[in-house]
């Protein structure tokens, strides 16, 4: 059963650089072939950020493109996310989560494993 | 981009049922059968719970269904329970990058 558990700071100063990482256990990194970043502002939805093959091909939203590189690294068997020049409205929880395959077929939109969140808030 | 909009909220009394709807605004992504859906409870992370519209993960309870309409989406909880009181979340996946809807609040009265 794969486990992702995601670290990281838990402050960021505005126009800084998030960084998170997103470690797998109970499988290993090249198990997981599609991974995502999900984000959760407070008390609002829940927004894709990108998703990540275990390639190391990406994919990632329209809207936080210019500002987001996700990487993978098999070694340590985790994915890492970077944010950067974030501001206030980047304060969210955030999760990764595997994006579910069968044998046939991956589901891009299906996640059945998430990390438990990790809280980040930007603020000086 | 498509956006997917969901009901705020819906309420329903233990052992009924209810539907949640989920409508892709972009008629681009009506054809496909991409649609998953989510449970989340308060301080939990999101669960999910439907996937290809109407497929369940293993361990899903069958009180559970998924079905699709043209741009619509829907989410059916049968037999309501207390526990099913929480935030539900339809997903889905077009142009390389994934879209959730609002979110809907489910209410057990």
């Known amino acids: 059963q794969v486990q992702l558990q995601e670290s990281g700071p838990g402050l960021v100063k505005p126009s800084g650089t998030l960084s998170l990482t997103c470690a797998v256990s109970?499988?290993?990194?090249?198990?997981?072939?599609?991974l995502s970043w999900v984000r959760q502002p407070p008390g609002k939805g829940l927004e894709w950020i990108g998703e990540i093959y275990h390639s190391g091909s990406t994919n990632y939203n329209p809207s936080l493109k210019s500002r987001v590189t996700m990487s993978i690294d098999k070694s340590r068997s985790h994915f890492s996310l970077k944010v950067i020049s974030v501001t206030a409205a980047d304060t969210a929880i955030y999760y990764c989560?595997?994006?579910?395959?069968?044998?046939?077929?991956?589901?891009?939109?299906?996640?059945?494993?998430w990390g438990q969140g990790t809280m980040v808030t930007v603020s000086s | 981009q498509s956006a997917l909009t969901q009901p705020a909220s819906v309420s329903g009394s233990p052992g009924q049922s209810i539907t949640i709807s989920c409508t892709e605004t972009n008629s681009d992504v009506g054809n496909y059968n991409v649609v998953s859906w989510y449970q989340q409870h308060p301080d939990k992370a999101p669960q999910l719970i439907i996937f290809?519209?109407?497929k369940r993960p293993s361990g899903v309870s069958s009180r559970f269904s998924g079905s699709k309409s043209g741009n619509t989406a829907s989410l059916t909880i049968s037999g309501l329970q207390a526990e099913d009181e929480a935030d539900y979340y339809c997903s889905s996946y077009a142009s390389g990058h994934v879209v959730f809807g609002g979110g809907t609040k489910l209410t057990v009265l």
């Open positions: 290809a519209v109407d």
């Open positions: 989560a595997r994006v579910y395959c069968s044998s046939a077929n991956c589901y891009l939109e299906a996640f059945d494993a």
């Open positions: 109970g499988g290993s990194v090249s198990s997981t072939q599609w």
